[in-house]
């Protein structure tokens, strides 16, 4: 999995859906002024924004392990408290947030739980604490197909990264179960419903050869005969579109109060 890319490519490859996710969550996790909030695994800051657009930069903090999209959250985002570190040991004092949130983060922590127990520990006492996965198996369009048509190309190196079977939080029972067990309350879990635009099926292929990913991982692994031959089956998979597109994608989430 490469997260190590410049911020402007992960944004043309999954960034692109997260202000809309993004709103829906914080919805969800009942954001509103005079909170103070916390994004983790904020990646470019896609929440992040929206959190301070609904709060107040100044109000809001964000964390990620990766050091360019560290730096980049930084840039973009100078009023608010941006620090780079895992989910699985957060840097800030216990019970800071009333709302603690991380979106599309949680399958790819070393140890869910234990960053799931953390996100709790900095939530205070009724603070909800919220969290999206995509569904990998069923209707995240982008990624369902391009693993489909890895699958033909390449069976076995394919199922090595497969994220519709390899995602440990892939259902929406899933994370659900995992908040449970972090001892949060009330938990609900449900569907949040995006789409985004492509101009072409250039846009979409561009991001993958820069290994963003488990997908974009997988494919600069390819010889680039193998590589060209995936591009076919990917285009075709998705119904061979030509000029601009869109497709949708649907994510689980669940919240949470401590």
Same mark, same amino acid.
């Given at each position: 999995m490469t997260f190590t890319v410049a911020a402007e490519m992960y944004d043309r490859f999954m960034g692109r859906y997260g202000d809309a996710l993004g709103r829906q969550l914080a919805e969800r996790a009942g954001v509103r002024p005079g909170m103070k909030a916390l994004d983790v695994g904020a990646g470019t800051g896609k929440l992040t924004k929206v959190l301070s657009e609904l709060l107040g930069e100044e109000n809001v903090s964000a964390v990620d392990p990766s050091e360019p999209f560290a730096e980049s959250l930084g840039e973009r985002f100078p009023a608010a408290d941006v620090r780079r570190g895992a989910a699985e040991e957060l840097p800030f004092e216990d019970g800071s947030f009333d709302v603690v949130?991380?979106?599309l983060v949680i399958n790819f922590l070393t140890d869910p739980e234990r960053g799931t127990a953390e996100m709790a520990r900095v939530a205070r006492e009724e603070g909800a604490v919220a969290a999206a996965v995509w569904d990998y198996r069923g209707e995240m369009t982008m990624l369902r197909t391009f693993w489909e048509a890895a699958g033909a190309i390449d069976e076995g190196g394919a199922a090595a990264r497969d994220e519709r079977t390899r995602m440990l939080? !892939?259902?929406?029972?899933e994370i659900v179960e995992l908040?449970? !067990?972090?001892?949060?309350r009330d938990v609900e879990g449900g569907e949040i419903v995006v789409a985004t635009a492509y101009e072409d099926f +250039? +846009?979409?292929w561009a991001p993958f050869l820069a290994g963003v990913g488990p997908a974009g991982d997988f494919t600069v692994s390819l010889e680039p005969d193998v590589q060209a031959a995936l591009r076919d089956e990917y285009h075709r998979v998705l119904g061979s579109p030509e000029g601009p597109f869109e497709l949708s994608a649907r994510a689980w989430y669940a919240v949470g109060k401590k």
């Open positions: 949130c991380a979106q939080f !892939g259902e929406r029972e908040w449970e !067990g972090a001892g949060l +250039d +846009d979409l």
